[in-house]
């Protein structure tokens, strides 16, 4: 089951993980963590839960983006860490999630935990079959990484006309999807978006918009399922 911090505009997230498991969403994860206790549950994943430091974990992963890594350097409001690099040394797992190779950024972390298991996943659609490859693409996204997004769409060879990005987790107005219909009608293109983004839009923005389901493929991902077992 998944325990998730309760932010009114993270509604797209909660509810793409309540489709894969069991949420809890409270303003307080210990709370949270007290009903799955009560309720029995053998396992919880904390999402976004690494800052909450009144909570101990079995499993400390962190995540980055292969694109982006560590970017400035900094973190939030400064750049877009949420803890300084250092404190990978409190962490047992670290993600490498995207398209490129970081050898030099993986020399780094292990030298600042040896301990460190690195591990690597890409992201792959699932609904391939739904788009018909010979149009011409307008895409939008409001998310964190939306680099990311573009890359994975060209290396499935999509042709991509339109690139629009919005502030994570944005609230898409009539305006911005009436703007976005109508540049896409004018060029003669199809929109895609997210699944977090088309989770944002009401039934009427959702009409002639597709988005790309997609899941992360772990390398190694029996070896990674192995590390779990032994550490639970």
Same mark, same amino acid.
């Given at each position: ?13 909660? $509810?793409?993980?309540? @489709?894969?498991? %069991? ?5 307080? =994860?210990?709370?949270?963590? *007290?009903?799955?206790? #009560? @309720? @029995? ?14 909570? $101990? ?45 970081? !050898?030099?950024?993986? !020399? ?6 040896? %301990? ?10 699932? %609904? ?5 490859? !010979? ?9 964190? $990484?939306?680099?990311?997004? #573009? #890359?994975?769409? @060209? ?25 976005? !219909? $109508?540049?896409?009608? =004018?060029?003669?293109?199809? +929109? +895609?978006?997210?699944? /977090? ?10 009409? %002639?918009? #597709? ?5 992360? *493929?772990?390398? *190694? ?8 077992? /032994? /550490?639970?």
């Amino acid at each position: 089951m998944f325990i998730k911090k309760k932010y009114i505009d993270q509604i797209d997230e909660q $509810n793409i993980l309540s @489709k894969y498991g %069991n949420l809890i969403c409270l303003s307080f =994860r210990d709370i949270a963590l *007290k009903i799955a206790e #009560q @309720k @029995k549950y053998q396992l919880a994943i904390l999402d976004d839960g690494l800052q909450d430091k009144s909570l $101990n974990y079995d499993i400390s992963i962190a995540c980055f983006n292969s694109s982006e890594l560590v970017g400035n350097g900094l973190v939030l409001p400064a750049g877009p860490l949420r803890e300084r690099v250092k404190n990978i040394l409190n962490y047992d797992v670290a993600f490498l999630n995207g398209e490129k190779n970081n !050898k030099s950024f993986e !020399k780094t972390l292990k030298k600042l935990n040896p %301990n460190l298991k690195i591990f690597k996943a890409k992201y792959s659609p699932k %609904n391939l079959k739904s788009f018909k490859f !010979k149009n011409n693409f307008l895409i939008f996204s409001g998310i964190g $990484n939306p680099l990311e997004f #573009q #890359q994975t769409l @060209k290396k499935y060879n999509f042709k991509i006309k339109k690139f629009m990005t919005f502030p994570d987790h944005y609230k898409y107005k009539s305006s911005d999807i009436n703007n976005i !219909k $109508n540049i896409a009608m =004018r060029n003669k293109l199809k +929109i +895609i978006t997210t699944e /977090k983004d088309y989770n944002r839009l009401s039934n009427i923005q959702k009409k %002639n918009i #597709q988005f790309l389901k997609i899941e992360l *493929k772990i390398e *190694k991902e029996k070896e990674f399922k192995n590390f779990l077992l /032994k /550490k639970l």
